[in-house]
């Protein structure tokens, strides 16, 4: 043992209770397992983890020093140390940072770190390969890849007292109280013997440490000590002296102050990795240098797929905010829109405080303005991304265009302008995905509306009788599947003055003068046809009348005004109880053989068997719009009887 740290503060105490061998969670040890039995070449980034680690305690004591002035501590004072001992085959990482208690210890290490844990369920699903461990850090346990035994000493900051986890990494842990003078963490890892196909020794020895610092943990803020022996010749004798000396070795240049030409995409795409908790590489990586007002530099990330979080409550969005590369806040969420709240990574700028506080956050001036610079700069991204790698834009629409699509209805469309042509609809040109911008550019200049339609999914709206005839007319329909989508067109009225369109909408007319005049007269002719029928529908239905709107089929449901039946059905599925009607037309296909037959019923005044075929009709409409029946028995019994004439 070498360094102050270290120094033979750590001795074994009398044990408080009989020792007791607490198991590991089911799920920790089945990754356990699969990581310390696997032959996982990748041993290496035990160091870049535990490393890792420390400096984040560093940061949290740091970042509590800042607020509480009782605990002052200067950042030159924070250090992370290694040291190796060949004989005993260990190599030791410390800490001054905020430490555990004996409950962290406890919680931290016994249960496999949480993302991990969540990480390793999802790729079992998908994939049986023992070679997953590679894509991911999984933090604290890679330790055991390389140790046979490991024992970690902790006092916190928040407690007096100094305790030891152990563990093997097989059979369970033990926790025990020790006596250690300062604050922070000692890690000690036994290195595993050699076996036939791995050299352990090679961990034991400097170079390999210095090389894999170099390599995995340069930019880290903080020094990484080790200790060196200098050897030297005595003048005029050829005696040597020997002096032992700190060697940093790392140049903790921030990864984002490096010259641009410095830096390789690996570097970015392993930084990424190691502090946004992410196994898989980032889909894009954008920096920029803003001078001005408000210097700042800012690294940012955007996700190739969504964390598996991201659509809960505990997902916090926000970007680590850095003052003169050092870390204040690690997750500003005042420096994102809820919009981009998908985007990862780091903005540090000389002009915020060090001191700045949560409480008066929103109203600082120089946040608001990186706030924006940063929205225009990822709205600039996306667009070249979706310019650049259409498939790549894809994926990440899937992901987070849900994002876009609440960031236009929750501003009431405020938000439009920025947001609109970063949307994305399937069509039913190709059934592939579309912008806005595409598909007017699409239009015959005659086309004074954008269509679409809305339901469960892609194969459902296409089958829709609406849309065959818009489509069979030569119009592109866009297919709506999100249920807010639609919303977010009524919020938007229109792109580049085209105004948004339902075939479904009772407005929706595609006659020629010559055919709008015929359906008119035959629609006249039949009112009292309808009224009878009406008679059977009650306040279903708000109207019935012929159409020209459908090619094959008998029927179909409009709506008339704000509120589509796709509407109602999503605004009657929310928890409130404010229950909405769409104003329900029912259309009759005016060149469908079923016509005749309502007339001739109507004319011999049948009307018993007219209003099972009005509610046969009606119920057949429902079940195409994908509503529900409110009486199924009674629509079945009325198909019977009509089918046993
Ligand atoms: P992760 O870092 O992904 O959370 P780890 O398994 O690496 O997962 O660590 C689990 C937790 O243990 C950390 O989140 C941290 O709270 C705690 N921890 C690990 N190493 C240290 C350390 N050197 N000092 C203080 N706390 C630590």
Not at 39 to 50: A, G, H, P, Q, S
Not at 111 to 119: D, N
Not at 178 to 189: A, F, P, Q, S, Y
């Amino acid at each position: 043992m070498t360094s102050a740290i270290l120094s033979g503060t750590i001795k074994l105490l009398e044990r408080d209770d009989k020792m007791k061998k607490k198991q590991f969670k089911a799920e920790s040890k089945k990754l356990l397992d699969m990581m310390i039995n696997s032959i996982y070449t990748n041993k290496e980034i035990f160091l870049r983890e535990l490393i890792s680690n420390a400096s984040d305690a560093l940061d949290k004591l740091y970042f509590k020093s800042l607020t509480d002035k009782a605990n002052e501590i200067k950042k030159e004072d924070l250090e992370i140390r290694i040291s190796i001992n060949k004989e005993e085959r260990t190599i030791t990482i410390s800490d001054n940072g905020i430490g555990m208690t004996q409950e962290e210890l406890e919680t931290n290490l016994g249960t496999i770190a949480k993302s991990g844990s969540e990480l390793f369920k999802e790729n079992n699903e998908k994939q049986k390969d023992i070679d997953i461990i590679g894509q991911f850090g999984v933090g604290f346990y890679s330790a055991f890849m390389i140790s046979k035994n490991v024992v970690v000493t902790s006092k916190s900051i928040e407690s007096g007292d100094a305790y030891a986890w152990e563990s093997t990494g097989v059979d369970g842990y033990s926790i025990e109280k020790r006596v250690k003078e300062n604050c922070g963490t000692d890690i000690v890892l036994y290195v595993k013997d050699n076996t036939e196909d791995v050299s352990y020794d090679e961990f034991l020895e400097d170079y390999t440490i210095e090389r894999l610092v170099k390599k995995y943990s340069d930019y880290i803020h903080y020094p990484i000590k080790m200790q060196e022996i200098k050897k030297e010749k005595k003048e005029d004798s050829e005696e040597e002296i020997e002096t032992i000396e700190d060697k940093t070795l790392n140049s903790m240049i921030p990864i984002w102050k490096k010259q641009k030409s410095e830096v390789k995409d690996s570097e970015y795409q392993d930084f990424y990795t190691d502090k946004f908790y992410d196994y898989e590489k980032p889909a894009r990586i954008f920096r920029s240098v803003v001078e001005g007002k408000c210097s700042f530099t800012s690294l940012l990330f955007i996700p190739s797929h969504a964390p598996y979080d991201f659509y809960t409550k505990e997902y916090e969005k926000g970007l680590q905010l850095y003052s003169k590369g050092v870390l204040i806040m690690d997750k500003c969420s005042d420096l994102l829109p809820d919009y981009f709240s998908f985007v990862k990574g780091l903005v540090d700028s000389e002009d915020i405080s060090l001191n700045i506080s949560r409480e008066t956050l929103q109203e600082n001036h120089q946040i608001k303005l990186i706030a924006s610079g940063l929205e225009t700069k990822i709205k600039k991204e996306l667009e070249t991304m979706l310019e650049e790698n259409r498939e790549e834009y894809e994926k990440m629409f899937k992901d987070f265009g849900m994002q876009f699509k609440y960031g236009i209805y929750s501003s009431y469309g405020m938000k439009k302008s920025d947001l609109q042509d970063l949307l994305l609809y399937i069509s039913s040109n190709e059934k592939k995905y579309t912008t806005l911008k595409e598909y007017i550019s699409r239009m015959e200049s005659s086309q004074e509306h954008i269509y679409y339609a809305c339901g469960e999914t892609v194969e459902k709206i296409d089958l829709l009788p609406n849309v065959e005839n818009v489509k069979e007319k030569g119009y592109e329909v866009l297919y709506l599947t999100d249920y807010i989508d639609e919303f977010v067109f009524k919020m938007m009225q229109d792109y580049e003055g085209k105004k948004f369109m339902n075939v479904s909408d009772e407005a929706m007319d595609l006659d020629s003068e010559e055919e709008k005049e015929k359906l008119k007269k035959a629609n006249e002719e039949n009112k009292k046809l309808f009224e009878k029928m009406q008679e059977s529908l009650k306040e279903q239905v708000s109207a019935i009348q012929f159409t020209h709107r459908l090619k094959n089929h008998p029927v179909c449901l409009t709506s008339k005004g704000e509120v589509s039946v796709e509407m109602e059905k999503v605004l009657n599925a929310m928890p409130n109880n404010q229950k909405v009607k769409a104003d329900v037309v029912m259309e009759i296909n005016e060149s469908h053989e079923i016509c005749q037959k309502l007339e001739e019923l109507f004319k011999k005044k049948d009307f018993d068997t007219l209003e099972k075929y009005t509610k046969i009709l009606y119920a057949q409409a429902r079940l195409i719009e994908g509503l529900s029946l409110e009486n199924p028995t009674e629509i079945s019994n009325l198909v019977c009887d009509v089918l046993s004439k």
